[in-house]
């Protein structure tokens, strides 16, 4: 009989599906119920290349903002109408399994989220092949400690992904600062339909560019981090929202309800949302709507309202 390793299930679920079902449970646009799945994907991109063009023409900013030597590090940083420095920054990671996506197509949030005196940063990082997922973590590092070296008087940095997106600010909750000049004055995550443990991933067709072998991904899980963790939270007052749409497949469904449970365990201020009837990508282009639940939730968090 094989000895399960400390603290962790005998066998995850997911090693139980046929390597069809797993792809397919992989594949986010197949769970999309109202479009078909190419369909799903161009919407995507053109609901955010609309959003980025809308933000840039009337939203005071800073573009492609080098945070580091390399040529695909830089950022963009969009500014409230009321004076910028001290305000909330909210840092948001594209998804797009770590290997599509773009900064220039992914501010979604911006226009209702500066309207409400909140800059946001959208962070560019090296997608596969360039980039491996050491380098992204890094990268992703790199550009919140730049955002508070620049913003040392902001009140609270806020980090939020989408998909792969949320995976990378999800590692960020155990980053080790020490090692950077400062550390980010975080304040809260808005984990948004991620990715948590990576293991799956190494058996389906996404694995092509990423070329992640079982160790890379157990390295980079933060499921796997934060369960041999034996560090509390910094600040208990960061707050951690996991939030997965209805329409997500149960895999995705799953590993953010688990993410979830082992935050609490660990100490961390979290919760969980599953949020009515949106799919993997609607979850992320109606941040464009004040009104939306998301963007609602979102700013009462950074404003701690009830
Ligand atoms: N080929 C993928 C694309 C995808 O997963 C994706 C696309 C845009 C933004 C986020 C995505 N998912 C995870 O990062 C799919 O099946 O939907």
Redo the contacts with the bound molecule.
């Keep these: 009989m094989e000895v399960p390793e400390r603290g962790r299930r005998a066998e995850a679920p997911w090693k139980k599906l046929s390597k069809e079902e797993l792809e397919n449970q992989?594949?986010?646009?197949?769970?999309?119920i109202r479009l078909g799945?190419e369909e799903?994907?161009r919407t995507?991109?053109q609901i955010g290349d609309e959003a980025t063009k809308r933000a840039r023409a009337t939203r005071r900013n800073r573009l492609h903002v080098p945070y580091g030597d390399g040529e695909g590090e830089n950022l963009d940083i969009y500014f409230p109408e009321q004076v910028s420095e001290a305000s909330p920054f909210c840092v948001f990671f594209?998804?797009?399994?770590?290997q599509?996506?773009s900064k220039d197509t992914s501010a979604f949030m911006v226009n209702p989220l500066t309207a409400q005196g909140v800059a946001v940063v959208i962070v560019a990082y090296d997608i596969a092949p360039k980039g491996t997922l050491d380098q992204m973590v890094d990268q992703v590092t790199r550009s919140i400690v730049y955002i508070q070296k620049q913003y040392p008087r902001n009140e609270g940095i806020y980090l939020c992904g989408?998909?792969?997106?949320?995976?990378l600010a999800a590692m960020m909750l155990l980053a080790d600062w020490t090692k950077h000049a400062v550390a980010p004055n975080l304040r809260g995550f808005f984990l948004i339909?991620g990715?948590y443990d990576l293991e799956p991933i190494v058996f389906t067709s996404?694995n092509g560019p990423l070329l992640m072998t079982l160790e890379d991904a157990r390295r980079n899980g933060p499921q796997q981090l934060l369960e041999a963790a034996l560090t509390q939270p910094v600040d208990p007052a960061c707050h951690v929202l996991v939030i997965v749409g209805q329409h997500d497949s149960p895999e995705f469904s799953r590993q953010s309800r688990e993410f979830y449970q082992t935050l609490c365990r660990g100490g961390w201020n979290a919760s969980f949302e599953e949020l009515h009837d949106v799919d993997?990508?609607e979850i992320?282009w109606k941040l464009t709507q004040d009104d939306y639940v998301l963007t609602q939730m979102i700013l009462r968090t950074i404003f701690q309202e009830p």
Excluded: E
């Design positions: 992989y594949s986010p646009s197949r769970w999309v799945a799903a994907l995507y991109s594209h998804g797009g399994y770590w599509s996506g989408h998909s792969a997106g949320a995976h339909s990715i996404q993997h990508f992320i």
